[in-house]
């Protein structure tokens, strides 16, 4: 299985881009790299995923790195509703393995 | 109405009780999972099923059980609760055909063992 590492905490300011780094070392060559977050009292949320190129949606980018060991979510401007625990999860037989979360806090 | 459910949301019971966690999902969705979330651990994968018939243990099944009764419920059971199953468990579900298997999480049930 995929194992993620993923800094404890990050902090940014309203209106910035933030950028989330996750580390899959182990990761397998047919693994999808995937990011959930979690907002207070909730269950985790899908957010991005992918495979080997970069992705892009209406709520991030998804930067892989070429040699697929490490991955950045990338929030283009974040707002307080982005406030959050950020997972990183690398699949495998259609289980996921989860890091242990970047809590994102957002300044006003 | 939510697609994927969770009851009780909350669960408070003595150490040796034999407890269940239910979850149900309308997304039409095969595999179903159970997480265990702990401060500081992230989720850990309890069991999973990829079809009814289908039960597979997953990193920490230790002290627990499930039952996958039809493809839109599948059941937690914890035969003699103990302090330390102390936790949030969050139900999910994926479709096999969609590539990557996006999961999809219920809102969780914290369980509190005393």
């Known amino acids: 299985d995929a194992k993620t590492t993923q800094p404890n905490s990050m902090e940014s300011n309203e209106e910035e881009p933030v950028h989330l780094p996750c580390n899959h070392s182990?990761?397998?060559?047919?693994?999808?790299i995937h990011w959930y977050r979690q907002l207070p009292s909730q269950g985790p949320e899908y957010v991005i995923h992918g495979l080997t190129s970069n992705v892009n949606n209406r709520m991030a980018s998804l930067a892989i790195a070429e040699d697929r060991k490490s991955s950045t979510l990338i929030l283009h401007r974040a707002t307080l509703r982005d406030a959050a625990v950020y997972y990183c999860a690398g699949t495998s037989y259609g289980k996921l393995t989860f890091g242990q979360g970047t809590i994102l806090t957002v300044h006003p | 109405d939510a697609d994927v459910t969770q009851t009780p949301r909350n669960r408070i019971t003595k150490t040796g009780k034999r407890i269940m966690l239910e979850c149900s999902q309308t997304k039409g969705h095969d595999r179903m999972y159970w997480y265990r979330q702990d401060p500081g651990l992230g989720l850990r994968l309890i069991y999973y099923?990829?079809?009814?018939?289908?039960?597979n243990k997953g990193e920490i099944s230790d002290g627990y059980s499930v039952s996958r009764q039809a493809q839109a419920k599948f059941s937690l059971s914890l035969e003699s609760a103990i302090p330390n199953q102390t936790a949030l468990y969050f139900c999910a579900t994926s479709d096999s055909g969609h590539p990557g298997e996006t999961q999809y999480f219920g809102p969780g049930t914290r369980l509190l063992v005393l």
């Open positions: 099923s990829f079809d009814v018939k289908d039960i």
């Open positions: 182990t990761i397998s060559g047919t693994d999808y």
